[in-house]
């Protein structure tokens, strides 16, 4: 890791205090005595139920054996950021979700725990040493759009399979929203960036560059022989209502990654997030550390419609945050130049809209008005693939990229896409999965043709 980049970590890790962990790790004998709870089942709805397919009875069997490193390498081969899955990752939904210890109403096995004791263990004991060596070098050279988590393992793969790999990102750390959109009670930045330079390690080059204007994409087309699109997605929607321009309004990514980035961050009075997803959960329960006295989550459904996992809305009502239902903002109100509150009109529910969920009516003349010093929009990400899909071919479906989703292949052909700009913004394990789909796929592509045979 270089010099400059340790400079940008140091402040990222300030806040340990204000963010404790959410799931603190397991200790060796926790860790044991969890593993051997394992009844290490030969079908594994575990490793099924994963986007990744890793292999859970055996990574557990080798903690439950003292084989600490084989557990992290069986991980690892199926999913290179291990690490910062095991501690974002939706278990309770997905391979804890699966367990069949729910059959019998035990506790499932903690997974996501027992993952990240061993990931913890690789990174402790120096990760790279002897991991994933080039089986044989090959001639195919491929750019990678985008420094998130899809990109990531798409580049970790094609290493591994003996291709070079340019990733292009244009912020000034690589990692994505792990790096700067996760909340920091679940994953810290610098564990982020651990995860970067193993795969930096692996041989991958990094360019800090934005494709489109430092670097044309016609360069990329004539430098690479395919190209992988995993840009995630772009910048928060508007509220679009009089007042969201005012000082004192900040999106929830904004805030998460200020937060995550200065040195000196602290939130005062009374806030306000509008939203009822994750993203908006995390900015709530992180004003709340971060000193707010009233932090209000206002949501135009019900709690039974709202998007974010039932998990973390729990633990939301735990941290203190409030939650109001049926309520739209109309306008922000302004006192002396910046945000004195929001004003909201109650709303109610019938029939359903174009996506299936019950339709938002305004009740008529139904305003009220919560006073706040901060308002925290949460209302989902745009895509940013315009100008970039047009120009080359690249099909849409909707507002995200069309593909072939067992190779991750676009309508032209030279390019492959996975992530968020895929799939309209799902969890950080399904972004690797993709990646590293679309990495196979591209291998197999740049193979060389056996030539024909005449007679």
Known sequence: MSPADKGHIQPLARNLRQFPELHPPLDSNAALAEANRCLFCFDAPCTAACPTHIDVPRFIKKISTGNL??????????????????????????????????????????????QRFAMDRFYEDGAPAGFAAVVSPRTGRVACIGGGPASLACAAELRRQGHRVTIFDNRPLPGGLNTYGVAEYKLRPADSLREVEFVRSLGVEFQHAEVGTLVPIEQLENEYDLIFIGIGLGAMWKLGIPGEDLPGVIDALRFIERYKTAEDFTVNGRVVVIGGGNTAIDAANAARRLGAREVHLVYRRTERQMPAFSFEYHHSKVEGVRFHWLAQPVEIVAADGRVAGVKFIETRLAGSDSGGRPEVIPVAGSYFELPCDLVIPALGQSRFLGSLCESRGIRLNGRSIAVDRPTGETSNPRYYAGGDCVNGGREVVDAVADGRRAALAMTLRMEPKPEAVHG
Do not use: F, M
């Not at 997905?94 to 997974?111: D, T, W």
């Open 69 to 114: 490193r084989g557990s992290a390498l069986t991980i690892l081969d199926a999913n290179i950021l291990g690490l910062s899955c095991s501690r974002v990752c939706p278990v309770a939904v997905l391979c804890e979700g699966a367990c069949v210890l729910h059959r019998y109403n035990q506790k499932p096995i903690e997974i996501g725990r027992l």
